[in-house]
Each structure stands twice: as C-alpha cells, then as structure tokens.
C-alpha cells in the first residue's frame, strides 16, 4: 500500500485542499501573500433614496488596507539522504513531509539551505516543508539557517522525527523538550542558541530486538507489516498537522495523541 493511496481517503475530511486558487510569490520570497482581497475598491455609486448625485460628480476609490502578510509555518522531517537510507525507520520524519506534501499537492523540490524544501498551502495558513541533506547529526545547519533567514517564530517551527522510545508508529505531538537523546534534534537546538521552545511531531520507531546495536536497528528498513501499521499512522499524522495548523496546537495534539495505531485497532 502507498503512502499516496493511504493518504487519499482522509485528505478531505476536514480541509479541502483550496490552494489551487491561490497565486504564490515565487521562491524564496517570504512571507507568503493571500491575494484573495484587493487594495482598492470602488465606492458604489448608486443613488439612495435620500440622496441624489450630480451627473458631474464622480466616484472617489477608497484605499482599503492589505491584510498583513502571514509568516509561514517551516514543517521540517528529518532523515538521511540518499538510496542507501530510503525506506529506513531513521527517515520516518521525510516520509511523513512526503506524505503530508504529497496529499495537499505541493511539490518538494527547491534546493535551498542545504535542503529540500515546498511552499503551499495548508487551507489558508502558508507553509514551507523541509528536508535537509546534511545528513541527520547536521540537520541544525540547513534548519537554522532556513530558520534565521525568514525571521520564522520557533512557535512555527514543527520537526518530525523517529522515535526509539515511543511504541512503533504511536505519535506524540508537544509543543516543546529536549533532544531525548536524538542527534538530529541535538543539532537542531544547538543552532538554536540552546532555545526548545519549539513544537515537533515524534513517530515511534520501537525499540530494537534482544541486543541488537540502536545505530543498526534505526537503519533498517521496515517489513511489509510495519510498513501497512506506519502508513496507517501517516494519514493520522497528516490530519494533525492539519487541525494544529487550522485549529490551533491544543486540538492537534489531542488527535495526535490519542491515536491509536492499526495494531491497536487490530
């Protein structure tokens, strides 16, 4: 099964993908604009019952102000680039932006900040997606950059990424901590200046068997069961980062974190 396919059934149960009728500012320009409202209207000018209007007269346009410009959400997923880490628990944190990517019709393609990055839309917020290729225990290098450059709050700053102390494909979504021992969030809060005060989206990878190596385990890939649990655990994923983006943090994370995974389900 897909990520694309799975994703399908649930990308229209809350927010349906309008960004089609936008137009964005070309790359990298930033902040995102919503050009939905014009600057100028015409004052109607029809008469009123209690008034009349010379023929000589005319319509004076009145200058509406634009809605200030949104600053955009950075969604950042971490892994490692490259065929050799494909499809491995390490990178669940790309497959997640892939699949949230990949169901709201943005591209991720831009090469930038040693990054991949997309811009679009979720409902009406903007948005930039992220997946650095520092290789992960550099990650802090392309995010802060991306980061510093776009004046981006930390409050709007989401980082997924894998989980050896969360049961596999559970999600935990919080609003700010520590490293817990993951390099790539290490680096992140390093380039940070020390601040975690910065949402992320944990996925559970499980921990690995008996006593095998944890730098083994995180990059092996997964079996055809675990991959159907993970992408089951996608489309959750994806509605979160809906609801936190359109709803606010609290109601994302309730969704997030009261999930059940398929096995749970089962």
């Given amino acids: 099964m897909s990520v694309g396919a799975s994703?399908?059934?649930?990308?229209?149960?809350?927010?349906?993908?309008?960004?089609?009728?936008?137009?964005?500012?070309?790359?990298?320009?930033?902040p995102f604009y919503d050009t939905r409202m014009s600057r100028v209207s015409p004052l109607a000018s029809a008469?009123?019952?209690?008034?009349?209007?010379?023929?000589?007269?005319?319509?004076?346009?009145?200058?509406?102000d634009a809605p200030k410009p949104k600053l955009p959400w950075l969604i950042v997923g971490l892994g490692n680039p490259g065929?050799?880490?494909?499809?491995?628990?390490?990178?669940?944190?790309?497959?997640?932006?892939d699949a949230i990517a990949e169901a709201e019709g943005i591209s991720i393609s831009s090469v930038s900040?040693?990054?991949?990055?997309?811009?679009?839309?979720?409902?009406?917020?903007?948005?930039?997606?992220?997946k650095p290729q520092t290789f992960m225990n550099a990650s802090g290098e392309s995010v802060g950059a991306i980061v510093s450059y776009y004046k981006i709050p930390l409050k709007q700053v989401l980082v997924i990424f894998d989980d050896l102390d969360l049961p596999f494909a559970k999600l935990r979504l919080l609003?700010?901590?520590?490293?817990?021992?993951?390099?790539?969030?290490?680096?992140?809060?390093?380039?940070f200046k020390g601040n975690r005060d910065f949402p992320r989206l944990r996925i559970g990878?499980?921990?690995?068997?008996?006593?095998?190596?944890?730098?083994?385990?995180?990059?092996?890939?997964?079996?055809?069961?675990?991959?159907?649990?993970?992408?089951?655990?996608?489309?959750?994923?994806?509605?979160?980062?809906?609801?936190?983006?359109?709803?606010?943090f609290d109601n994302g994370a309730k969704f997030a974190n009261s999930a059940k995974t398929l096995e749970q389900l089962g």
């Fill in 7 to 30: 994703i399908s059934s649930i990308g229209t149960t809350r927010v349906a993908n309008c960004n089609r009728w936008r137009t964005l500012i070309s790359f990298p320009s930033l």
């Fill in 47 to 64: 008469p009123s019952a209690s008034m009349s209007m010379s023929s000589s007269s005319t319509t004076e346009p009145v200058v509406v």
């Fill in 83 to 97: 065929k050799k880490y494909q499809a491995t628990r390490h990178n669940v944190g790309f497959e997640m932006v």
């Fill in 113 to 130: 900040f040693k990054a991949l990055l997309g811009k679009g839309f979720i409902g009406d917020v903007p948005v930039m997606f992220a």
């Fill in 175 to 191: 609003p700010k901590g520590g490293h817990g021992g993951h390099n790539g969030m290490r680096n992140i809060i390093d380039h």
């Fill in 205 to 248: 990878i499980g921990r690995p068997p008996g006593k095998m190596d944890p730098v083994s385990f995180v990059l092996r890939p997964f079996n055809k069961q675990e991959r159907d649990e993970l992408n089951f655990t996608f489309q959750h994923g994806l509605e979160a980062v809906r609801i936190l983006l359109l709803e606010g």
